[in-house]
């Protein structure tokens, strides 16, 4: 069954630090994958996307996400968390039916 | 350039009550989304429709009614209102180049009292 799994549902990071948040995910082909952003009482934003170019794909804000076939992930990364990162990520699988598969989300908090 | 809107903001309403929220964008997409956001369960697809007159259901579409009579327009009506439907409404349109690469309205908090 294809699903997408983000490992941790809070991170926190003190600011200026690095931020990784984890996404796994079961397909049994290669799939296109996405992170969104949703910061507080708005809609999600679109952060980046990975559809079978550059395993390495850079987004808004700094951030970025490799995609390594060998270990199902897809992890987004930023070198430098600001406190404007403060929001919601997810994590979004599309596969060839054009299903959408939503993780459950990751809440980054940032220290001061 | 609004893009895409969602009105009413918030709305509290009581059980039974009929309740429309509404979805209109202006970039002529012909994708649009319905999905309720609720803690613990992270965002799921209610209905979905791909182009004007055609529509069809998500994950989770009972007790809910979509039309789509003009591509611009998407109203979520909420026949007989429950307290299970609480939740976060986000109205979402695809660009047309990938399924996942949605823009998301600011969605509609709904109380049901």
């Known amino acids: 069954a294809q699903s997408v799994t983000q490992l941790d549902s809070h991170v926190s990071v003190s600011e200026g630090t690095p931020v990784l948040l984890r996404c796994n995910y079961s397909s049994s082909y290669s799939p296109s994958l996405f992170w969104y952003v949703q910061h507080p009482n708005k809609g999600l934003q679109l952060l980046l996307k990975?559809?079978?170019?550059?395993?390495l794909v850079k987004g808004i804000n700094g951030f970025e996400a490799e995609f390594k076939k060998s270990e199902t992930s897809f992890h987004l990364t930023k070198p430098s968390a600001h406190m404007s990162d403060a929001a919601e990520y997810f994590c979004?699988?599309?596969?060839?039916?054009?299903?959408?598969?939503f993780g459950k989300g990751t809440r980054l908090h940032i220290l001061p | 350039d609004a893009g895409i809107t969602q009105s009413p903001r918030y709305k509290i309403t009581e059980t039974g009550r009929q309740v429309t929220l509404m979805c209109h964008q202006t970039?002529?997409?012909?994708?649009m989304f319905w999905y309720r956001q609720d803690l613990g369960h992270g965002l799921r697809l209610i209905y979905y429709?791909?182009?004007?007159?055609?529509?069809d259901k998500g994950e989770v579409p009972d007790g809910y009614v979509v039309s789509r009579s003009k591509t611009e327009n998407f109203p979520l009506t909420l026949e007989s209102a429950t307290r299970s439907q609480t939740s976060v409404y986000f109205c979402?349109?695809?660009?047309?180049?990938?399924?996942?690469?949605?823009?998301f309205g600011p969605g509609t908090r709904l109380t049901v009292t």
């Open positions: 990975y559809t079978s170019a550059a395993t």
């Open positions: 979402a349109t695809d660009s047309g180049r990938a399924r996942a690469e949605q823009y």
């Open positions: 970039w002529s997409h012909s994708y």
């Open positions: 429709s791909a182009a004007a007159d055609i529509t």
């Open positions: 979004v699988v599309s596969l060839r039916d054009d299903k959408i598969i």
